[in-house]
């Protein structure tokens, strides 16, 4: 049977390249995982004060959501060197309350994507500070800055070959994380 395995996309944009490449990645996954893009749109930003007798419908969905999933994958943008703020808000919300992680010893892996030629480096490092703490086994190799992605898509809105090979490489070694850890 598959895994369930959550997606995490740090763009909101329509027509992010992000959310594109973890469309890519729904398609070319190997049949040992089920990947769902997890919505993290909606959350408000996280606040100990709402959080305590009622939380918000969207925290209680989310981190049900990622309860019942075996694993994680951050698909993020860069913002000024580091994590947009709706990626951390999610890693935030997930992770409490005290104690009630839904983080804790799931499979993780991270791709930056960017259009510049750093592929995110900051940003993918910044996550990997977090998830260490959120005791998440994350994937080291192969390492995945996606630089230079606004040339990865033709204009029918495909993956190039190269690019596709690169995406299948990363699938296909988290999916051996993930059979490795299960
Ligand atoms: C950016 N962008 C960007 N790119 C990068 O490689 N390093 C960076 O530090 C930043 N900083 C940054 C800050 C803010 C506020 C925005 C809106 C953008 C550019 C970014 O990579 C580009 O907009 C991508 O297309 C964003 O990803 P999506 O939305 O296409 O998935």
Redesign the pocket.
Known sequence: MSKKIAVLVG?L?K?????KVAKVFQKIAPPSLSLQIIQIGDLPLYNEDIDIDTPPASYTRFRQEIAECQGAIFVT?????GLPAVIKNAIDVGSRPYGKSVWSKKAAAIIS????A?G?F?ANHQLRQSLVFLDMPTLQQPEAYFGGVSTAFDEQGNITEKSKEFLSLFINSYAAWVEKLS
Request: aromatic share 10%; no cysteine.
């Open positions: 763009s944009r027509d992010s390249y992000n959310l943008p860069e913002y000024n060197r994507v960017s259009p510049g750093i995110g900051g």
